[in-house]
């Protein structure tokens, strides 16, 4: 049991697909990796979990998705964010933060 | 709008299943390539960079079924996979399938129908306005118990008490109807003028009663039923203002009352007329006789109890204003209950006790299919541990064995409404004559929802206890084979439902026998009359040219004659009221020497009889002499009274020759005494049960007047139905015209004075031996369960030699050892919950010792045959065989 938990928190999941996306449209596999590569390595993303949310947030309205055309002439299916999902990750991220500072200061009084 | 794009997007699913599920797969699949680019980008050779890749994303398969399951219409879907799976099921187990399903149809089936016939009668509101608020008001006897009411005590109370907004007096009306076709004689009620506003239901059409109406020789009214006019005036819409004739005398329509009026105080009343009594009669006149019932609505805001409280402070003043006269004297205090209490108190008990029972039942079969779920569940074991080994999760599991649990409560449910469609035909041939809103029984909406609300609830409680247990055990046990061997705690499961089974049966069978002993105990009761070979009829005297009392003395002493003349009646009397024939009918009496008179003057039953009543009813006479045909009119009054009243009012001493005074004349002084002239046995009057003994009789020609409805009596040398025509005839000889009703032999009388009883008795008989089978299949299951699993070690036992005696016996304990939990159980069940039942028994104790021990006997009996046929085929196991399959 010395593996780190680099399961993502629930309900933390939603906040990372927002963010990733409200730089560019992605497909899926280029969200992952983003929050990958992003964390550092600190958040692997399980596929199942993430075409799932994917498609949770699709049908809440907070993201658009289409089928595109790629450089190597394949169908993938890109995400972008709607304007609905754009508040919402300022909702979602300004809770992480309070959320955060509040964790973050408990383990500060603790030491 | 994300409401809307769930629906939209769920419904492009259903619609377009393939493109969706290819456009998953699609995305699943590029994920992957991406995954193995990103690899081979990475310097992987690409076997390995698609293996890298695959160990990261993990089973694509199982990738795909995660996205797919997401969404209410892929939920929807699941669902109805799991249905289809679950149907297909039952057709391939279709010896379970029957057997869960008709034990679920018999107990959804008899709860709805006892529902059906339960909830109008006793918990749905009487169909008035604010029906919480109309009572009844009734005089009482000595004993407490419940009197009707004189007009002059409606009036002092009607007048005095502040607690009502309107009170009526009402009695009943049996008027012959003339003039447009046949005659017919009608049900009806002579009412107050307030007696529509005292339910709350005023007539559709024309006008109400007003107090005008209700004034002696005001002008004579009428309102008629919907039906009435249907029936009898082809729905004319200008009735209202018409004259009717109504035992000759024409009554104007006033008003109709709305189709769908139920009157509960006369159910069948297809009119009514005002009272049109005098305010300030004699005690002499029948304004002052017990026979008004009283219903009032309680004034807004004024509750049951002050109602009490204000009618006992009337009760005990008296003022000048209202003299009472000594059989109205209200020494007893008055009755006040709400209506619908009133109208359902005779038959409480008994629904009360079959609501029960049918509770009893349905968990008997609950428990059974549980366990019959459960076994099944043993057998699925395996199936169970391969599906979580391919990735099923527990909730899964659950949500397919509740999906199958509840498709078979819903097949259940269909069948039961079969059942219950049945049931309440056979409840509805069953009532009581006289049940209050019988008619109300039935299949409505709220017994539909009813069946579905237990159905459902059914579904769930039936497999969850399976379904969870199942899941468990696949999560905990893998693919093991052994697993079959393991007895575990499946089957302490199944014995303590077994037991509880048990338990149950043996409380229904209580219930059931104590009720059998009390009618056997009620119909060994002597009526004090010899019921076989009578037959009775009522015959009215109705009509101007039976206004005086000579004119109807001698149309019932022709018919009569008329009647004796008939070949095949051995003799033949009149009487003014029938005993167990529902007449009430009771007159103040006084004895000049009486060791006490009571309390209760108003409360002896009266019978004006021509001479032969007592020969023809078979009643024996004790000492003096009987009534004769010297008792005429004018000559010195003649009064019989029976066995019990002589001995309590003249202890000791001989009561032939005491003088009496009777009825209207009890308080005349003016008039001479009357003569006790003779003693004969006790009869009785109101049922078998009752025990209220005191009566009188007198013959009919010498009592204050003559009755213009009387009971014929016919003692017949033959079977007595066998004679109803000819005597019919006899009475229509003299007058064609006058109506002849309530023909019926007086065994018949007596069997249906105890018809409340002998209702709880069938229902309890049916529910009981449903009761009986189930608990043994249950029985039967669980040993066969056990028997099959345990066929190693029986077959072992019989290697290392056991005998077959020994086999069986093993069997066979196990099962009794179990039956004898469930019957210690239901025993102590029993004694408490057959005080439910102490109204509903005569003549045993609910504890009684015969009854209890003959249930166990037979309980015993039927699960030691469902112990031997599993024991049987355990003695029959070849060991060779059974060892050699492992």
Known sequence: ?111 | MSLWRQVARGMRGLARRADVDHDVDDEVQHYLEQATAAHVARGLGPDAARRAALIEVGNPTVVRERVRDYGWENVAAATVGDLRVALRRLRTHPGFAVVAVLTLALGIGAATAIFGAVNPILFEPLAYPHADRVVMVSDTRGDGSRLETAYGTYLEIAQRSRSFAAIAATDAWRPAMSGTGEPERLVGQQVSASYFRALGIPPATGRDFVDTDDQPGAAKVAVLSAGLVARRFGGDPHIVGRAILLDGDPYTVIGVMPRGFDNVLESSADVWTTLRMNAHATFQSREWGHHQTIVARLRPGVSLDQARHDLDAIARTPVTDFPRPAWASLSSGLLVHALQYDVTSGVRPALLAVLGAVVLLLAIACVNVTNLLLARGAQRREEFAMRVALGAARSRLVRQLLTESLALAACGGIVALGVAAAGVRALVALTPAGVPRARAIGLDGRAFAFAFAITALIGVAVGVTPALRASREALGSGVQRGAGRVAGGHAATRRVLVVAEVALALVLLVGAGLLLRSLDHLFAVAPGFEPAHVLTMQVDAAGHRYDSDSARLQFFTQALDAVRAVPGVASAALTSQLPLSGDIDSYGIVFQNASTNGGDEGAAWRYAVSPGYFATMGIPLRAGRLIDTHDLPGAPEAIVINESFAKRRFPGRAPIGQRVRMGPEIDDTSRSWDYVVGVVGDVKQASLAADEPDAFYVASGQWPWVDNVQSLVIRTRGEPAALIPLVKRAVWSVDKDQPITRVATMSELVSRSAAERRFALVVFEVFAAAALALSAIGLYGVLSGSVAERMREIGVRCALGATRAQILSLVVREGMGLTLIGVAIGLAGAAAATRALATLLFGVSRLDPATYAGVVVLLAGVSAVACWIPAWRAARVDPSITLRAE
Not at chain 1, 86 to 96: F, G, H, I, M, P
């Open chain 1, 1 to 111: 049991m010395t593996e780190p938990n680099t399961d993502v928190i629930q309900g933390t999941l939603d906040l990372l697909i927002l963010k990733t996306l409200s730089l560019q449209p992605m497909h899926g596999f280029g969200i992952a990796r983003r929050i990958e590569q992003i964390s550092r390595g600190v958040f692997r993303i399980n596929p199942g979990s993430l075409l799932t949310a994917l498609q949770r947030l699709e049908r809440s309205g907070w993201l658009d998705a289409e089928w595109r055309q790629t450089e190597n002439a394949r169908r993938a299916r890109y995400y972008s964010l709607t304007r609905a999902g754009r508040k919402q990750l300022e909702v979602e991220a300004s809770t992480w933060n309070q959320r955060a500072s509040a964790i973050a200061r408990l383990l500060r009084a603790e030491a």
